[in-house]
């Protein structure tokens, strides 16, 4: 039965758990309501205790609604994290800190960390198993976007091999733009040292880079960033260009004499084999270490599965409060309506067929409730992602997933096992007395 299960597809798998989770609140219906038909009267009492009713739907819809935003949107950061992190096969950088080193080259978070030699970068460059073996060098920006210095063969291998608009850099002082750069090709930009409040937008106001092209959206911080040569950010710091005295090309090769260093080098390999390779050779290095930022994330998703785990007990304790009011709600709404169901029973009506009606209008409203709190919780994910995006430039696409639907699915059969008890509460009380009032 093992080996059955493992054998079918993700989505067969995820369908037939939402159905065993759906079973128990589609067998109690059934077994309730076979052979009658309470819709009419149940249609009567949500008319008849509209307001009570809508508050209960709106206290499920809430409910529901927070649990299925905060799950969404922790899958969606995720996803949004390693779609980021697709284009670098590996990082090298100087040894230290892996995670500061990722945030620096992957996610263009501002950091202060070591420079890599030109001895070191050409090892790496020259390997064999290295495709592109980039470097990277920060530390300006304009109007808040960063200006990265790289390479031609990075800077396609970004765009997928083709330009949006517009051409590549011919020399020096040009640029592409990012999709969300809010730039346009002719522009001129005047860059400023460092980044956010503390930029110094006159340390190298002599300077000028006009922009030549724009690179496609890549989902990723590179989308709001500048890419320059790496030569401009070497020049414009009075650092020497990388080349020997006499060389006027840009980009690879580079003279190592002439190297004047660079946080972080994306290597690209032509295969998983050659990329282990890679790793292997210059990770633990005395000057470098080497990751595959995949790895990194790793780490880092096991933090923040602490913080999933927090939030998924946060939503199920809430979700248990909720059942509780509900239960509690539901035996209040019986009293209102016993008047109602002590004729029913004196005109001679079927045990079975009032626990339907009472069975029946609570699952009305707890699955109405559920219903919303769907739309409710894409819409919380929606903007709890749009909010985070646009601190971290990460784009995230937030929606109800199987994990979602599951929760949700639970929720309903459990809430409506318990919503036996009021209906079965119903049927104990004295005909008599309920008629009296």
């Given at each position: 039965m093992t080996d059955l299960w493992f054998s079918l597809p993700a989505f067969a798998q995820d369908l037939l758990i939402l159905v065993a989770l759906l079973l128990p609140a589609i067998l109690t219906g059934a077994v309730l309501c076979v052979g009658f038909a309470p819709g009419p009267l149940v249609r009567a009492m949500i008319g008849r205790f509209r307001w009570v009713s809508l508050a209960f739907v709106l206290l499920i819809a809430v409910s529901v609604g927070m649990g299925t935003g905060l799950t969404s949107q922790e899958r969606s950061l995720r996803t949004g994290l390693a779609a980021a992190a697709d284009?670098?096969?590996?990082?090298?950088?100087?040894?230290?800190?892996?995670?500061?080193?990722?945030?620096?080259?992957v996610y263009l978070q501002p950091s202060d960390i070591g420079l890599i030699g030109g001895e070191a970068y050409d090892r790496v460059a020259s390997h064999p198993r290295a495709e592109i073996a980039a470097p990277l060098a920060f530390g300006d920006s304009f109007k808040g976007a960063p200006i990265v210095g790289t390479t031609e063969d990075f800077a396609l291998y970004l765009a997928?091999?083709?330009?949006?608009?517009?051409?590549?850099?011919?020399?020096?002082?040009?640029?592409?733009?990012?999709?969300?750069?809010?730039?346009?090709?002719?522009?001129?930009?005047?860059?400023?040292?460092?980044?956010?409040?503390?930029?110094d937008s006159e340390a190298h106001a002599a300077v000028e880079i006009v922009v030549t092209g724009?690179?496609?959206?890549?989902?990723?911080?590179?989308?709001?960033?500048?890419?320059v040569p790496v030569e401009q950010v070497w020049e414009t710091h009075g650092l020497v260009n990388g080349h020997a005295i006499g060389e006027t090309h840009l980009g690879?090769?580079?003279?190592?004499?002439?190297?004047?260093?660079?946080?972080?080098?994306?290597?690209?390999?032509?295969?998983?084999?050659?990329?282990?390779?890679?790793?292997?050779?210059?990770?633990?290095?005395?000057?470098?270490?080497?990751?595959?930022?995949?790895?990194?994330?790793?780490?880092?998703?096991?933090?923040?599965?602490?913080?999933?785990?927090?939030?998924?007990?946060?939503?199920?304790?809430?979700?248990?409060?909720?059942?509780?009011?509900?239960?509690?709600?539901?035996?209040?709404?019986?009293?209102?309506?016993?008047?109602?169901?002590?004729?029913?029973?004196?005109?001679?009506?079927?045990?079975?067929?009032?626990?339907?009606?009472?069975?029946?209008?609570?699952?009305?409203?707890?699955?109405?409730?559920?219903?919303?709190?769907?739309?409710?919780?894409?819409?919380?994910?929606?903007?709890?992602?749009?909010i985070v995006a646009a601190r971290t430039d990460v784009a995230m696409a937030a929606g109800i997933g199987w994990p979602e639907l599951h929760l949700v699915a639970g929720f309903l059969s459990l809430v409506s096992l318990v919503a036996l008890l009021p209906a079965w509460a119903v049927l104990r009380q004295p005909i008599a007395a309920s008629l009296r009032g």
């Open positions: 284009k670098f096969d590996i990082i090298v950088a100087r040894p230290g800190s892996d995670i500061t080193a990722l945030l620096a080259a997928d091999g083709a330009l949006a608009e517009g051409r590549m850099w011919e020399d020096v002082p040009e640029a592409l733009a990012g999709a969300r750069s809010g730039l346009a090709i002719g522009d001129i930009i005047v860059p400023s040292h460092g980044h956010g409040a503390a930029a724009l690179l496609p959206p890549s989902g990723s911080p590179w989308d709001t960033a500048i890419l690879p090769p580079f003279d190592p004499a002439s190297f004047p260093g660079t946080p972080a080098i994306v290597v690209h390999a032509a295969d998983l084999a050659s990329a282990y390779g890679l790793r292997q050779t210059f990770d633990n290095q005395d000057e470098t270490m080497a990751f595959f930022p995949g790895a990194v994330l790793t780490r880092l998703y096991a933090i923040m599965g602490d913080v999933r785990q927090a939030m998924s007990l946060m939503a199920v304790t809430t979700q248990a409060l909720v059942a509780a009011s509900i239960l509690l709600g539901l035996f209040i709404l019986s009293r209102l309506f016993r008047r109602q169901v002590a004729l029913l029973r004196a005109l001679g009506a079927p045990s079975r067929f009032i626990l339907a009606v009472v069975w029946c209008f609570g699952a009305a409203l707890i699955l109405a409730g559920a219903l919303i709190g769907l739309a409710l919780g894409v819409g919380a994910a929606q903007v709890l992602s749009a």
